[in-house]
């Protein structure tokens, strides 16, 4: 080879080295870049398909935090807040799936440090509320400012989904399906004896083109982040159907608030194996609108309701399209 030859080719062999090498190892400081729509489960992200704001996102909630969010600042402390609010009685809102671990686990895992294939094994139950609240910066208020209380997931009016802790905390909203669920509350003023109960002439008033959300004034814009959103219930009439033996009345959620909930609901019984993407059904095949028996409680695994779980739980109402949402999300599985 002449000396000339060998340079070159010894330059191209440094090229290679050099271009694989830009390849494979990012550069200090280059930023990854979320697309907007993942969810954390265990500290890995996943996509939805559909806009998700995390607690660590400007615009987020965080239920790791131990102060009040909408308290004023400087009585926002948990000293402070634990003396102002009856309900506050510990600091973090949320705890350890421990019932589900073994002692070796627990000292594992009680750090924070969770591995996703046990979290998939405790995982079984998607457990879906109505907030009561209207909007979801008023739920987050509720819960963690006043009850005591946490969810994984908030879904606002406009479909927007806020994650306020990763998948792996026991998050408190569902009793004795804490350990073993992820939990939604999605944005709706709930169901009714009374069709014509003040919550819901509040919050529902006719425009040109029919029924529509209304926000009260004391709420502001609710928070909701897509700007000058109208939100109307995906059926105009309201619904009246039978929950846990009471005849109830309540408006439909939004259509923006079913695409974002198919979408999620499918990357949760993707991620979660346990979780079938179906719902509590009787041996004829239809909706069970009632606490299960604690015997098939125990046993089922699935997407539900909240009071499949508690005698003293409607929601989420007898407005919620169960075929809607299970049969949409199967369609995205390719099931
Ligand atoms: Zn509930």
Sequence with gaps: M??????????FIF??????GCTTAPRPGTRVKRNGDEIVVAGQMFHTGTRVVLWTEPGGYDAYRVERRFASFDKSDWETSAKEAADLKTPNRYGLRKAALSNEEVERLRGGGWDLPTLQRVVDQFILHFDVCGVSR??????HDHRD???HFMLDIDGTIYQT???????WHATTSNTRSVGIEIANMG???????????????????????????????????????????????????NIQGRDVSQYDYTPE???????????????????????????????????????DLKKYHGVMGHYHIQTNKTDPGPAFQWDRVVEGARRLLGR
């Design 138 to 143: 008023q739920c987050f208020n509720v819960l």
């Design 165 to 171: 802790l990763d998948l792996k905390e026991r998050a």
């Design 191 to 241: 169901c009714y004896d009374n069709e014509e109960s003040k919550p819901l002439q509040q919050w529902y008033t006719n425009d040109s083109k029919g029924v529509r959300i209304t926000i009260p004034e004391r709420l502001g814009d609710g928070g909701v982040l897509t700007k000058n959103f109208i939100g109307r219930p995906a059926r105009q009439e309201m619904v009246r159907g």
């Design 257 to 295: 608030q079913y695409a974002a909930l198919i979408k999620l609901t499918a990357t949760l019984c993707k991620v979660f194996p346990k979780i079938t993407c179906d719902y509590p059904k009787d041996a004829g095949g239809k909706l069970i609108p009632k606490k299960l028996d604690d015997a």
């Design 2 to 11: 002449k000396r000339s030859h060998f340079l070159s080719f010894c330059g």
């Design 149 to 151: 209380l946490s969810v």
């Design 15 to 20: 090229a290679g080295i050099f271009i694989s």
